[in-house]
């Protein structure tokens, strides 16, 4: 298969959104695999330092857009005791209802 670069044959076209104007720019691999995005594409996706992309390859070439992170979630202690109270009520319920079922299968048997 040959080099994206020769199947290509044109700069890269970053779409940003609707919202954005399609800008272009060229970047470069280095010898580590980095690729380093223009300060003013960043600027105009709001990208910072460490925040994530997701590349995709496509029919056209290479897409990078913006993973979406969501933070992990905190909960105060009280919020914690509401999920304990909350297990604990389906376990109850889950015993009482697979007790009958074992009564009953007990039965048969006799």
Do not use: W
């Not at 919202?19 to 003013?40: C, E, Q, Y």
């Not at 202690?77 to 909350?86: G, K």
Request: glycine letters at 4%.
């Amino acid at each position: 298969m040959l080099p994206l670069a020769t199947r290509l044959r044109k700069p890269p076209i970053f779409c940003i959104s609707a919202n954005h104007a399609l800008m272009k720019a060229t970047v470069t691999i280095n010898s580590r695999g980095v690729v380093t995005l223009p300060a003013k594409l960043r600027q105009a996706l709001g990208l910072k330092a460490d925040d994530q992309l997701i590349a995709e390859t496509t029919p056209e070439g290479l897409l990078l857009r913006p993973a979406v992170t969501l933070p992990p979630d905190v909960y105060t202690p009280e919020r914690e005791h509401e999920f304990d109270e909350a297990e604990s009520g389906l376990a109850t319920m889950l015993n009482s209802a697979a007790a009958p079922e074992a009564k009953s299968r007990g039965k048969r048997r006799r």
